[in-house]
């Protein structure tokens, strides 16, 4: 029950009450109303509040999106979009925010929040991903009544656009001795990046590939998981796909079945020679030789290097991924079919990605017309062609008798 009392010209309540989390009797104040009526609604409101599970008391902002990130967030969304969540609180959210109280964060604080990432040259893209962590955090904290309205909403983000037209991929003539480097260099790295420019996978979702992933018969490989370079011991080891629309199944070519089966039987060699000591359990088809997954830093040192080589521009591995739908669009391949192809969520996104790219395989493709056309208009030709066309003509335009 709550008691009241009147000091100078004010009312306060004063009111006990039992933390279900600390299990400690706690005690709440609150003064400052102009009759007894209004203090008596106000504790009123507070125990009510109480019977419905939260105390209507200010957090700082830290705490609330720690409690967000564990109580809402942990095992509902993928481990990929979890970590991004707890990234953006850490290393941008709390370091500009510091010790905010919840309740203290105000649309013109957020608006300037936003600013200072785009004059730190953050691109769009990154400050929309920030921005949509806080602002989830901050719609679940509106739900609970932890706040009025969510100070994130209508604000306006600016930021660098990113350079599509800096996507990098390897050239197609530069593809067969790039692979013939590599098969020199170590096969595991062959069969791996050999598997990326056919496919287009990420190279998570080919790590993760397993035997019971590959269909022969029908030609096709199912990806539904990626490998998580960083996990701590094997039952981490594989996670979700980037997106939900990454789940797919592709079809492959006669090339590549050939090539993986080939692989089988080097693979099933080192089975025989490793024997207990091979990671069967794992039943990865892109592995070292044990059978345990490659590192990532093999991977990239093996790119790198033969990439060096062969004095082709530095790229990461994820070029090889837009190098598969570039030869996919060289190919004549339509934006829909490159989209589910790679598992990108929308068309959109396939379009906006690799537009200036398409750009210029159709300038391409018209130099190529224009020269061709020019041997068929050739001056020879082309004289023949339009004498025995202006002869036509001047016997149509003959009078009849």
């Not at 050999?194 to 287009?200: A, N, P, R, S, Y």
């Amino acid at each position: 029950m709550a008691s009241f009392r009147k000091r100078g010209k004010k009312w306060e309540f004063r009111l006990k009450y039992h933390d279900p989390f600390t299990q400690e009797y706690k005690e709440k104040t609150k003064g400052g109303f102009a009759t007894k009526k209004e203090a008596q609604i106000a504790a009123a409101e507070f125990e009510n509040n109480l019977l419905e599970g939260y105390e209507q008391k200010d957090i700082p902002l830290q705490d609330f999106l720690m409690i967000w990130l564990d109580e809402y967030k942990k095992d509902t969304v993928r481990k990929n979009t979890f970590q991004l969540h707890s990234r953006n609180i850490t290393n941008h959210i709390v370091p500009y925010f510091k010790k905010i109280m919840l309740r203290d964060l105000k649309p013109i604080m957020y608006q300037k929040f936003i600013n200072h990432l785009a004059e730190n040259d953050y691109s769009k893209r990154t400050i929309e991903l920030i921005h949509t962590t806080l602002n989830n955090a901050m719609e679940k904290a509106l739900t609970l009544s932890k706040i009025d309205k969510n100070p994130c909403s209508g604000v306006t983000i600016k930021g660098r656009e990113e350079n599509k037209a800096g996507i990098k991929f390897m050239e197609t003539s530069d593809i067969p001795r790039f692979l013939q480097a590599t098969l020199r260099y170590d096969y595991i790295y062959w069969i791996f990046f050999k598997v990326l420019i056919e496919t287009g996978m990420r190279k998570g979702e080919a790590a993760a590939l397993q035997w019971t992933d590959i269909d022969f018969k029908n030609m096709t490989i199912s990806i539904d998981k990626t490998l998580d370079f960083g996990a701590k011991n094997k039952s981490e080891l594989f996670g979700d796909t980037k997106t939900f629309n990454s789940n797919r199944t592709i079809k492959i070519s006669q090339s590549l079945v050939n090539d993986l089966k080939h692989h089988l039987s080097y693979q099933n060699q080192n089975k025989l020679g490793f024997g207990e000591l091979y990671h069967h359990e794992l039943n990865l088809v892109l592995c070292r030789k044990d059978g345990n997954f490659m590192p990532k830093s093999s991977l990239f040192n093996a790119f790198s290097r033969t990439l060096k080589k062969l004095n082709i521009n530095p790229m990461p591995i994820h070029s090889l991924r837009h190098t598969h739908a570039v030869l996919l669009m060289e190919t004549g391949a339509d934006m829909k079919y490159i989209q589910e192809r790679l598992g990108h969520g929308s068309i959109q996104i396939t379009s906006d990605v690799y537009a200036h790219i398409s750009k210029k395989i159709e300038l391409d493709n018209m130099d190529k017309f224009e020269s061709y056309m020019e041997s068929v208009y050739s001056e020879k030709n082309s004289g023949q062609i339009v004498g025995k066309y202006i002869k036509t003509l001047q016997k149509s335009n003959l009078p009849t008798k």
